[in-house]
């Protein structure tokens, strides 16, 4: 049986990809920082072993990756879901609301990443998944930070797909439209209704729709997709 991490793993998109895996097959964990009674509930409902630490820490992830391991077996396939939002018009925008999405969204990635590749490499194989935005395909005012991140995942993914290629190990973006969760309800309402006037669905997604593509992209049977960013978002942008 396959063993899935997923970061972010307990709420929203985090959450319907970790349900798709183990529904899937998969011998799944889910990562967290806050929140631990939703945590809980997440794992007493789904009988998914839920793992508190922050992904922005180098020395944590480290740390929860040997975790997990230990609890489940080597981990074959890493999602990559952690992210947050500090959203500001760039003239408002504080260092920290620049420096709390980069540590985040992209450094998480990268120190997940550089705590599971080795093992990854050794059994030679590996399904890497990490989640971006249609908001770093096509920019979003008041996401600078944000889009930067996203966009910053796509030149990571592609490296990572070049140095993994020959062990089998494939690396992967899935990019998102506005999907119905916690953080796309964080927008304000009116704001919100100019959003969805430019989706071509004319609604949100689930998060079970972009779960959806995760589990295609780690699939034994995908080992020749690499390097790609897989939009799901309704028409809102075509690259
Ligand atoms: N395009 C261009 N200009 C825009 C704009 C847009 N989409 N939205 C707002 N502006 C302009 C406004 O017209 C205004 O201009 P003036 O000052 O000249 O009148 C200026 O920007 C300031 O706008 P606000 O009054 O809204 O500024 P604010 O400081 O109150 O709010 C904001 C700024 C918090 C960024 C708010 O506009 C906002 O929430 N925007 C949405 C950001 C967004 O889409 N976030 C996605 C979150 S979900 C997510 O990230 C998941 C995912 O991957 C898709």
């Not at 793992?51 to 890493?78: H, K, Q, S, T, Y």
């Not at 690396?171 to 209704?193: I, L, Q, R």
């Not at 004319?202 to 049977?221: K, N, Q, S, Y």
């Amino acid at each position: 049986m396959r063993v899935a991490l997923v970061t972010g793993g307990t709420c929203g998109i985090g959450a319907a990809t970790a349900e798709a895996l183990q529904a899937a097959g998969y011998r799944v964990a889910a990562n967290f920082v806050s929140h631990a009674e939703a945590a809980q509930a997440f794992a007493a409902r789904t009988g998914i072993p839920t793992f508190g630490w922050n992904v922005a820490d180098f020395d944590a992830c480290r740390a929860g990756v040997a975790r997990v391991e230990a609890e489940l077996g080597p981990i074959d396939v890493l999602v990559n879901n952690a992210g947050i939002t500090r959203d500001a018009m760039l003239h408002k925008m504080s260092i920290a609301q620049w420096r709390e999405v980069l540590e985040v969204n992209l450094g998480g990635c990268f120190n997940m990443c550089h705590a599971a590749i080795g093992g990854m490499r050794e059994r030679r194989f590996g399904r890497i998944v990490n989640m971006g935005s249609v908001n770093g395909q096509s920019g979003q005012a008041g996401q600078a930070n944000y889009a930067a991140t996203k966009a910053g995942l796509v030149g990571f993914t592609k490296s990572l797909a070049l140095e993994g290629a020959s062990h089998n190990i494939t690396a992967n973006v899935v990019a998102p439209g506005y999907t119905d969760t916690a953080m796309v309800g964080a927008v304000a309402p009116e704001v919100m209704a100019r959003i969805l006037a430019t989706i071509p669905a004319g609604r949100l997604a689930t998060p079970a729709e972009i779960a959806r593509g995760v589990v295609f992209l780690v699939a034994d049977e995908s080992g020749f997709v690499n390097g790609i960013t897989l939009p799901i978002n309704g028409g809102k942008y075509m690259a």
